[in-house]
């Protein structure tokens, strides 16, 4: 079982930055893929970004060139760098672990933080 805490949202105003970080229980966090997701009320869960376990990331297109994600596995912790940030960016975030072992996927969400930015 892995458990993911996020921390680092918060209100901010539009153009500013934010930092999350969500920082994993298993000793083994650097065998997980892990995403960021985002979540507005009312609407579906969204991915923002993703990083591997060998450090290639991928971006939705909304936040490209804006938002920056990173990994340190020796403090089994994912960041997501937000700049630049939108009232659009407004949601709940959550924090994604996933790993495949043979026919199996193992996939862990973190309790998600508030991001709120104002116009």
């Known amino acids: 079982q892995v458990q993911l805490v996020e921390s680092g949202g918060g209100l901010v105003q539009a153009g500013g930055s934010l930092r999350l970080s969500c920082t994993a229980s298993a000793s083994i966090f650097s065998s997980y893929n892990m995403g960021w997701y985002r979540q507005a009320p009312g609407k579906q869960r969204d991915l923002v970004a993703t990083?591997?376990?060998?450090?290639?990331?991928n971006y939705v297109d909304s936040v490209k060139g804006r938002f920056t994600i990173s990994r340190d596995d020796a403090k089994n912790t994912v960041y997501l760098q937000m700049n630049s940030l939108k009232p659009e960016d407004t949601s709940v975030y959550y924090c994604?672990?996933?790993?495949?072992?043979?026919?199996?996927?193992?996939?862990?969400w973190g309790q998600g933080t508030q991001v709120t930015v104002s116009s």
């Open positions: 990083i591997t376990t060998g450090g290639s990331t």
């Open positions: 994604n672990a996933q790993r495949s072992s043979g026919p199996y996927t193992y996939k862990y």
